[in-house]
């Protein structure tokens, strides 16, 4: 996604004049070409000379203002013109042309939708461009990610899944090794951790805030060493570039057909001849830009959105560029096709010494008024259903690994590219228009209905027991829906485990009446049961047809790792309604739970006397202007702009009521009618459950509007929060401060929110009190008064913010405005026991990002009622526990029956005491269905052996380099039935493993 080019260019003009103020595959056929690739086909550079590396480049969205088919296929051209498959097409005919010439690609689900449609022949001649380095493979992605609002599970599956089809189809050649995330807007250090894990030299990228880039081109570190993970030290530290003008080429050298610029007119008879003109302000852009670099080497990035549908036209020019540049007498220019591994690597060569920073680019601003932190909420169905995406692939890849089932190939390979399609920085960040926010839910929600296929053959398989009927899975109890519990009076559930731990866990089921049995199927036991009613405001939410009117609440215990549990549930004769003393509260042992006059929540703690905390609904007006000035700016689908500096209270006109029970205690809340919420505390738990419900949102009044919810403790936290780094390590933040520059803030609440992928905190470091509260989904948060934390639930505007998309955040459904619901975990108390304290914190984590699946069929009473003698009893994945801080984070099928393994240390360095520490597991014996006749280690992204393995090394300007050592991964340790792996703090270790199977 580019600005508009009058934003673009006020940007930049802005901005100089600060800077002058202060497995399915087809086979690889072997080519006949010598591999010439990589840092070996660079071209030669000048050492006397300002070398300028022109980048040839096209940036595809997989997705934005048209749907992925419509960009690839090049149809509804009034929106954009735009056709991925004419562009490569275009770009192989120009590179054959001419041997001198250099281009690169990033987004492999193009790449891959097209190289399936090509002849043997021109599959052998991109096979050539690839082995000469004269096309090469960056980033490599399914997509170019986000940053702030997306996972590192899925970052890693979606760099996975593009490597192995480019390893699969291209060979080594092709394997990426620079970072390209030119467009994401604002960049995580978790995304620099893993491109460093992956085995990449370096990254770039081109946005960041207008304050950093103006110090940055002041002081000439564009260019530096980003220390990216505390826990892994210099092993994440990754060398970073950030490009001098976006991702756009000099202004008035765009030789695209979809640009206006002036052609190289080189006929010296011509009246409009123009070369010693375009070289002239070629130059002195090119040294412009020069002053603000370290080294007599520049990068200029020549492309931009969808260019090169016609790239002969573009190269054309280039050619003429590069000729009358360099032939110019007394030149002290070399201009060269380029890449920007060949750019790397003359400044790899330089051997020299480069800045360094250990934070992030969150959040990212524009300008003074356009901070871009909407999309850190945008869209919240969408960012739900990816959430849940990612716990269902994850589950459906481990029970085919499992089970060794055959038959899916082809759907968890869509899966796996649905998923990838769902990072996309204009998809999971809500950015897009909305026609292509529903075809993004449309390829999600068919790989979703066909794992229901792949989980429901692979549980008969491993379970032993035939189901009569289809299982099913529910995709809708995010309402209260689920049509297998409704409309059968009798049915079975079994509730499947992704993480590999054992885990107990609340199951709620929709259901007509308000009696039923449960008994589990693996042993016979009946858990404690009680019905709740589902609140009349989700009864009511547009386009639910469920015939439900309460939820079943039940226990289910000791769920084994990457296992199975089951049971059977029967309708009773409807019980009446018990009569419980009334009450104005819920309470357990740990916290105490009532609404006061305002209809705010307070919740006191009953261990921790010396901690309470009030929760509160929120919002805040979306600003409105022509867009035409920074002062006008409206706020939109990317940026956050309250049309005042203070939130606005809601005029509190409802109710709530109390529904207590011997598994959950609830307060049922009204606010308005338009904003409701459940808390519940349930017997075995540690955490306040705040389900809130947002929509439709009031617009009668012609005011958008963003609603926020807050979490206001007596902690004293001086500024400072806690926000996650995808869902990884956490970052401090301080309000109204950045690590590296003196801020000037002309935004005082949109410029201190932050992206909350999976958690926030705060803490009271005198009273050693903690305080987090844990989302189902990426959200924006911020903590905009001491002790308190806040997070943006829903967004609905009525103006457009004119950076692209041309449309307003106004969604709706089924007639009315979007309703969202989801819910906070609240988790606190004293940190006297940091490990106990992290390691409940972490499972919680867990749980939430691989929630235990749910699967359902109706049963026959007469036919089970002696089921449990027939089922397994709790079938578990494992033969054995893992060490409390290590996480199975990948268990998939891979390639001629091997199986991909990725292992993880769950904290960070100086998080816990004795969680933090190494930690040695040993794998031979771990698996319940194969064992393992063979291990490799590779990369993080599984397409190199680790061993094969050899970055850069960069050279920071301060001494930190002495101070850190270079701690190489331990060596798998093997001997008779051993094979050991040490993990270190946040240490992901990739294997694939050959393997023999255990009949099931």
């Excluded at 950093?212 to 260019?223: I, P, T």
């Excluded at 060949?342 to 680019?361: A, G, I, M, R, V």
């Excluded at 199951?507 to 709740?532: F, W």
């Excluded at 919680?844 to 699967?855: D, E, S, T, V, Y």
Aim: charged share 25%; proline share 4%.
């Amino acid at each position: 996604m580019l600005n508009d080019k009058s934003l673009l260019l006020l940007s930049l003009t802005f901005a100089l004049l600060l800077i002058h103020n202060d497995a399915a595959r087809i086979p690889r056929q072997e080519s006949t070409t010598m591999e010439n690739c990589g840092y070996k086909a660079c071209h030669v550079v000048d050492p006397n000379k300002l070398n300028i590396h022109l980048v040839a480049h096209t940036h595809d969205d997989v997705g934005w203002l048209k749907t992925v088919d419509q960009y690839y296929f090049g149809s509804r051209s009034t929106i954009q013109k735009a056709g991925v498959q004419y562009i490569i097409d275009s770009i192989v005919s120009a590179l054959l042309a001419d041997p001198n010439r250099r281009f690169i690609y990033v987004e492999t689900a193009y790449f891959w939708k097209w190289w399936q449609r090509q002849s043997e022949k021109v599959q052998a001649n991109v096979r050539m461009l690839i082995n000469e380095g004269r096309l090469e493979i960056i980033g490599g992605a399914w997509s170019m990610n986000d940053e702030a609002v997306t996972h590192y599970h899925s970052i890693i599956d979606q760099f996975t899944w593009g490597f192995r089809r480019l390893n699969d189809t291209l060979g080594s050649c092709a394997r990426p090794h620079i970072g390209w995330q030119i467009d994401p807007f604002g960049h995580s250090r978790e995304q620099a951790s893993l491109f460093a894990q992956m085995g990449f030299d370096g990254m770039f990228f081109g946005r960041i805030d207008y304050q950093d880039k103006v110090k940055r081109l002041r002081e000439r570190s564009m260019e530096f060493i980003w220390k990216s993970s505390p826990s892994l030290g210099q092993r994440a530290n990754l060398f970073t570039a950030v490009l001098f003008n976006n991702y756009s080429p000099p202004p008035g050298f765009c030789f695209d057909i979809l640009c206006e610029d002036e052609p190289m007119i080189d006929d010296p008879d011509s009246p409009d001849y123009n070369i010693d003109t375009k070289i002239e302000v070629f130059l002195k852009y090119a040294f412009e830009q020069a002053r603000h670099f370290h080294t007599n080497n520049i990068i200029l990035t020549m492309g931009g959105d969808f260019t090169y549908q016609y790239a002969e036209m573009y190269y054309m020019n280039l050619d003429k560029l590069i000729r009358y540049t360099n032939e110019r007498n007394g030149s002290t220019v070399n201009v060269l096709y380029s890449t920007p591994s060949c750019y790397l690597k003359t400044l790899h060569d330089k051997n020299l010494q480069w800045p360094t920073k250990s934070d992030d680019f969150f959040p990212y601003a524009s300008d003074p008024h356009s901070y871009w932190t909407g999309y850190f909420s945008s869209r919240p169905t969408v960012k739900y259903f990816e959430r849940m995406g990612n716990n269902l692939l994850q589950a459906s890849k481990q029970l085919v690994a499992l089970t060794d089932l055959k038959n899916h190939d082809k759907n968890l390979e869509h899966f796996r590219e649905a998923m990838g399609v769902m990072q996309h920085h204009d998809a999971v960040t809500g950015t897009e228009k909305q026609l292509v926010a529903n075809d993004y839910s449309r390829i999600l929600y068919e790989s979703m209905y066909h794992a229901e296929d792949i989980m429901s053959e692979a549980i008969e398989k491993w379970s032993g027991v035939t189901q009569d009927t289809k299982i099913f899975t529910c995709m809708e109890l995010n309402i209260s829906s689920c049509t297998f519990s409704e409309e059968n009076d009798s049915f079975t559930i079994t509730v499947y485990n992704p993480l590999s731990r054992p885990i107990s866990t609340y199951i709620r089921i929709p259901v007509q009446e308000n009696a039923y049995a449960v008994q589990s199927l693996n042993d016979g036991v009946y858990p404690t049961t009680q019905t709740v009613p589902i609140p009349q405001s989700v009864q009511n939410v547009p386009g639910r047809t469920s015939k439900a009117k309460y939820e079943l609440v039940f226990r289910a215990t000791n769920i084994p790792p990457l296992g199975l549990v089951s049971y059977l549930i029967s309708k009773q004769t409807q019980e009446a309604t018990p009569q419980v003393p009334p009450t104005n509260f819920i309470s357990n042992e740990l916290y105490n739970i009532s609404v006061n006059n305002d209809g705010n929540v307070i919740v006191r703690f009953n261990k921790q006397k010396n901690m309470n905390f009030v929760q509160s609904f929120h919002y805040y007006e979306g600003a409105e202007g022509n867009n035409k000035v920074f002062e006008n700016r409206s706020s939109g689908a990317y940026i956050f702009r309250p049309k005042n500096a203070s939130v606005n209270n809601f005029i509190y006109t409802g109710t709530y009521e109390i529904h207590k029970g011997p598994v959950v205690e609830e307060l049922h809340q009204t606010i308005n009618e338009w904003v409701n919420q459940v808390i519940r505390i349930y017997a075995e738990e540690e955490y306040v459950e705040f389900d809130w419900l947002i929509g439709p949102i009031s617009v009668k009044d012609k005011i958008g509007k963003e609603i926020i919810t807050k979490y206001s403790s007596n902690l004293k936290t001086d500024g400072e929060f806690y926000t996650d780094s995808n869902g990884r390590e956490m970052l401090k933040r301080v309000r109204n401060y950045r690590p590296t520059w003196d801020l000037k803030l002309h935004e005082p609440i949109s410029g201190n929110y932050y992206p909350v992928t999976s958690k926030i905190a705060i803490k009271d470091e005198e009273k050693q009190l903690k305080l987090s509260v844990l989302t189902d989904r990426a959200q924006g948060g911020s903590s905009m008064d001491d002790g308190a934390i806040e997070l943006m639930l829903h967004r609905r505007l009525l103006k457009d913010d004119a950076f692209g998309v041309g449309e307003a955040l106004n969604e709706s459904a089924y007639g009315e405005g979007l309703v969202v619901r989801g819910t906070h975990y609240l988790f606190g108390g004293g940190l006297n026991n940091l490990d106990e304290f992290a390691l409940k914190e972490k499972e919680l984590a867990l749980k939430l990002i691989l929630q235990p699946w749910i699967l359902g069929a109706p049963a026959n009473l007469n036919d089970l009622r002696d089921a449990h003698s027939t089922y397994r009893n709790f079938i578990s994945g494992l033969k054995k526990s893992l060490p409390p801080n290590v996480h199975i984070l990948t268990l998939e099928p891979w390639k001629d029956g091997t199986i991909l393994l990725r292992l993880e240390h769950l904290f960070e360095v100086g998080e816990a005491q004795q969680m933090s520490q190494p930690v040695e597991v040993n794998i031979q014996d771990l698996f319940s269905t194969f064992s393992i006749l063979s291990i490799e280690e590779t990369t993080l992204g599984a397409n190199q052996r680790l061993s094969d393995m050899k970055r850069m090394k960069w050279k920071p300007e301060t001494n930190d380099i002495l101070q850190e050592t270079e701690e190489n991964i331990q060596p798998v340790q093997i001997q008779d039935d051993v094979i050991n792996v040490l993990l270190k703090p946040m240490e992901i270790r990739t294997f694939i493993l050959k393997v023999e199977r255990i009949s099931l």
